[in-house]
């Protein structure tokens, strides 16, 4: 049973890449590694256990090239709806006993254990919303406590994900734009300047 503070990973990488057609981001390569693994590890890095991988897009692909030792792998057969269909498989998966789960995406390989650390840091109960923010603005990743776990699952659409679900509620921002980017790779021009 893990400890009522413990910080789960739950990595999202279950998208299809349908601007960059067709690739899965979970497949892509930054520094050496699949997007996959650097997440993870960084999300390990992080100070994050269990960590959970939601995969849907080319998933037996990414279960036989992929070096995911230690992590969950999480299936998600309806990844082609959205986001939000991730992150409900992700949540329904981690075991009972948690405080709290670090929601971090498979497309932003600028954000690295220093950030993810960072806002897992900002812990204080199940009851805690923290997300990163960069000059100010919201991003990722997003800790959620696990007393909000049932009202994400309930209320995550599409490809907003727990948006819907936190507006309105007090979320402690966690300055992350010293030590992470968090640019997206959505499209193939973001590919350009990413080491490989």
């Not at 996959?36 to 995969?55: D, N, Q, S, T, Y």
Request: proline share 6%.
């Amino acid at each position: 049973m893990p400890q009522e503070s413990a910080v789960a990973g739950l990595l999202l990488a279950a998208g299809g890449g349908r601007r960059l057609g067709g690739r899965p981001k979970a497949l892509l390569t930054y520094r050496g590694r699949l997007f996959v693994e650097h997440a993870a590890e960084e999300l390990r890095a992080a100070g994050c256990a269990p960590v959970h991988v939601v995969l849907g897009a080319a998933a037996d692909e990414v279960r036989a090239r992929a070096r995911l030792a230690g992590c969950a792998l999480v299936g998600n057969p309806d990844w082609e709806s959205g986001m939000a269909s991730s992150l409900r498989a992700g949540l329904v998966s981690l075991p009972r006993g948690l405080g709290g789960a670090l929601v971090a995406l498979v497309d932003q390989p600028g954000i690295g254990a220093a950030a993810m650390a960072r806002v897992a840091g900002a812990y204080r109960s199940p009851k805690t919303l923290a997300a990163a923010a960069y000059g100010g603005r919201r991003g990722h990743p997003v800790l959620l406590g696990a007393a909000h776990f049932p009202g994400v699952v309930r209320a995550a659409r599409g490809d907003e994900g727990a948006r819907g679900y936190l507006r309105g509620r007090e979320i402690a921002l966690v300055e992350c734009g010293d030590v992470a980017a968090p640019d997206d790779i959505d499209e193939p021009g973001d590919l350009i300047d990413l080491p490989s």
